[in-house]
């Protein structure tokens, strides 16, 4: 491939690289490394390693990662419908490993679509926390959204904003930011040769610009004591060491930790704060940045680069800012904008006492909510079918928009003029005075927490005319259910190996299929 490398492109690296130019040259004909990531939501790694057929080998930056072999196509498998795994670029998966994230935490992906990234940080978010994802493209939300429902993710916000219309309602208000910023893309061209072929020296500057956005905007939205990790897939340093340098010049109480460089992980180079990479050596040599400090300079030492020539995986940048502690700050996780409601969603808070008596079914006074410009829904529906299908399950804050219902994390801000996807976990609609349940539901579940459930297998071809949106022939002794008073007709959580992945209604021996048909095996 290294032909159809542009030439600004390959004039640039040769004077970056020097005597490692070569190499990385040669790289490129290298056949491209695939992998896939675990998605401990739904199972363990050990788990998962036990059923699956695929040979597999471990990604060593990533504890859930594993490289395929690209005939094998695991995306064609029933498990990845099942969202036992993510198909995730190897060395994409080093940034949410540095952010370091724990349950419990807030945590923000800037800039998330498609959802590898995002979906990462669920896994590790375990359920608890906040995760806020959001992209500016809406397009490409659509994608995003997908990722998560079949991940199970519950705990998500999905946004479809720009960047600094957050920053009011967030302020001060995550424990974890990711920005995998938008860049020029110059790791990717062995991945996506379309990329190297469209590439042009002038996009450098244009993504340098909306880095340097990004990062300010982050930084407002981050509590004191927070992590920012800042990522890129190109190797220009202006994208990397050269905006963290700006970026620490600009925010002292900022600080960058330092990276081990193991792995085949290479240290910044504070010598490339200095550059500019232009079409020309002449340019590439000049010193645009005298006012970055030394200080600032040196410390971006502490980033990393993945190159292709030292390690099994594309071109990437890495720096983890942390935002220290000064005396003015109090730890608390109060945030004076917080409200119980969520953005211009009309939004019902349930006491876990109340809701608790609705699951069970007692009778009394039935919960609704007026939504703009409609009549009352009619909560006790959602609340009915939950103590039939799923009793174990709590779905806390209650969040309307129109028919939809959503499960809310609790406590966001108020999101009041806010684009907003996904205000939490979708649990379904309402339709004609009775619940639908929504397939994100359904992926979000485990088989232990319903009532009714129909298991098949890989080896079963049912299991494939499921996914294709067949009704399928299923006999009585098929339906297993979590008591012999549960009745067999009515809806059944669908599962693969035990796995769920979606719904179906069965009656008299038939599976009526409730597979959406956007998501269907092709």
Request: aromatic letters at 10%.
């Amino acid at each position: 491939m290294g032909s159809q490398l542009p030439e600004a492109f390959l004039t640039k690296m040769e004077r970056m690289l020097g005597e490692e130019y070569s190499a990385f040259l040669a790289s490129y004909e290298d056949t491209r490394w695939y992998g896939l990531r675990i998605n401990t939501l739904k199972t363990s790694v050990e788990q998962f390693l036990s059923i699956s057929a695929l040979p597999l080998k471990p990604i060593t930056w990533t504890p859930t990662g594993f490289y395929y072999n690209e005939a094998d196509r695991p995306g064609k498998h029933p498990y990845y419908h099942a969202g036992l795994y993510y198909i995730q670029e190897p060395s994409a998966m080093a940034p949410v490993e540095l952010l370091d994230v724990h349950p419990g935490e807030r945590v923000l992906d800037l800039c998330a679509a498609p959802g590898g990234k995002s979906t990462q940080i669920a896994a590790k978010l375990a359920g608890q926390g906040i995760l806020v994802t959001n992209d500016i493209h809406s397009d490409r939300v659509k994608a995003l959204v997908k990722n998560i429902e079949l991940s199970g993710v519950r705990n998500a916000v999905v946004l479809n904003e720009q960047p600094e219309k957050l920053q009011r309602p967030f302020e001060s208000y995550f424990d974890k930011i990711l920005i995998d910023a938008p860049c020029s893309g110059e790791g990717m061209f062995r991945k996506e040769e379309d990329m190297a072929k469209a590439w042009q020296p002038d996009w450098v500057k244009k993504y340098a610009e909306m880095q340097r956005e990004l990062l300010k905007q982050a930084a407002v939205m981050l509590r004191a004591g927070g992590r920012i990790v800042y990522s890129t897939c190109t190797f220009s340093p202006e994208e990397n060491e050269a905006m963290i340098a700006e970026f620490l010049e600009a925010h002292p109480r900022f600080k960058v930790l330092p990276i081990v460089p193991e792995h085949g992980f290479r240290s910044g180079v504070p010598a490339w704060v200095d550059v500019t990479a232009g079409s020309r050596i002449e340019e590439f040599e000049k010193a645009t940045a005298p006012h970055i400090s030394e200080r600032s300079k040196q410390a971006v030492e502490g980033t990393v680069r993945l190159w292709p020539h030292l390690l099994q995986g594309e071109g990437h940048f890495a720096a983890v800012l942390e935002y220290s502690i000064g005396d003015e700050d109090e730890l608390v996780d109060e945030n004076p904008m917080l409200q119980e409601e969520s953005g211009r969603f009309e939004a019902m808070k349930v006491s876990k006492q109340a809701k608790a008596g609705k699951q069970r079914g007692t009778e009394g006074s039935r919960p609704s909510v007026k939504v703009k410009g409609q009549l009352a829904v009619d909560l006790q529906l959602l609340y009915q079918f939950m103590a039939e299908h799923a009793p174990n399950v709590a779905i806390g804050t209650i969040t309307l928009h129109g028919d939809h219902v959503y499960a809310a994390p609790e406590g966001l801000p108020n999101l009041n003029g806010i684009r907003v996807i996904r205000p939490g976990w979708y649990l379904g609609s309402f339709r004609k005075q009775r619940f639908e349940p929504s397939h994100a539901l359904a992926m979000g579940l485990q088989a232990s927490d319903v009532v009714r459930t129909v298991s098949l297998s890989v080896g079963d071809g049912a299991a494939i005319r499921y996914l294709k949106g067949e009704t399928l022939e299923i006999p009585q002794e098929r339906v297993i259910r979590s008591h012999t008073d549960i009745p067999l007709k009515g809806y059944c959580l669908v599962c693969i190996d035990g796995y769920p992945v979606g719904w179906g209604k069965w009656l008299d021996g038939m599976l009526k299929n409730e597979y959406p048909a956007g998501w269907r095996w092709t």
